[in-house]
């Protein structure tokens, strides 16, 4: 009975073990699912204003005449 229940205890402790690492992964998940939408805004404004300084440059006009 005594080996069972330290079996039992192990088991339990080993569940909010892994609870919390569980907990602590759906926390990075969202940090994560954060960054990558922060960077796709950001790389929309860049490459948004890149096209918007191309085509008002004379550099570009005479690209786009050949």
Known sequence: LEESEFTCAAA???RKSMEVEIEDL???MEEISKAKQMVGTLLYIIF???????????????LVTF
């Open 26 to 28: 759906h926390v990075q």
């Open 48 to 62: 948004s204003s890149k096209i918007y300084f191309l085509e008002g440059s004379a550099a570009t006009k005479q």
């Open 12 to 14: 339990v402790k080993a």
